[in-house]
């Protein structure tokens, strides 16, 4: 059995959970909570940037972060499931799971901020910056949402969750002014069961 580093909440850890179901593997893998603030020894030991998703293989072989488990998960299935193989596509899928995973990077550093610095400390300036990014993204988003394959790729399971996590942690705030994006995720979560099922903790 492979051995998923994980901590619930993760919007990194769904997405590579998400794909697990979709290609099949989730049986394949024992889930194993991470402690990302103050890692453990024996999980630095594993990863040395102490981050999650950490995936352990039956060597004892590591792998991370979110891109390199799925990109892994998609070979175990026979490749060119959730990484397409024709280059066009292939591209395509990797170019929105880069621009999903900025939002999320930029949603995380918001959160940091507000739960790491007492009110005093925080830098509204930072919180700003990080917001026009999202903002940006979903523009471009809404503007053309991604057609919705079949088996979903990379890039449209990076945007379920990166749509699911700003739910979670900001208010859903994104949904007034995207209505093709909240079409979508619903779209999205009608089709892939898997989106239900890793659907973190409040």
Known sequence: MMILRHSPASPFVRKVKIAAEVLGLADSITLQDAETIAPEPGFL??????????LILEDGTTLFDSRVIVEYFDHLAGGGRVLPAAPEARFAALRLQALCDGILDAAL??????????PPMRL??????????????????????????????VGQIAL????GYLDLRLAGGWRKDHPKLVAWLDQFAARVPAFAKTRPPG
């Open 124 to 153: 509204q300036s930072w919180i700003d910056r990080q917001q026009g990014k999202i903002s940006r993204a979903l523009a471009v988003l809404e503007a053309s949402p991604p057609a919705l394959a079949a088996v979903p790729d």
């Open 160 to 163: 379920a969750c990166a749509l």
């Open 109 to 118: 550093s918001i959160v940091y901020e507000g739960r790491f610095r007492e």
């Open 45 to 54: 030991a594993q990863n040395a940037l102490g981050k999650i998703p950490t």
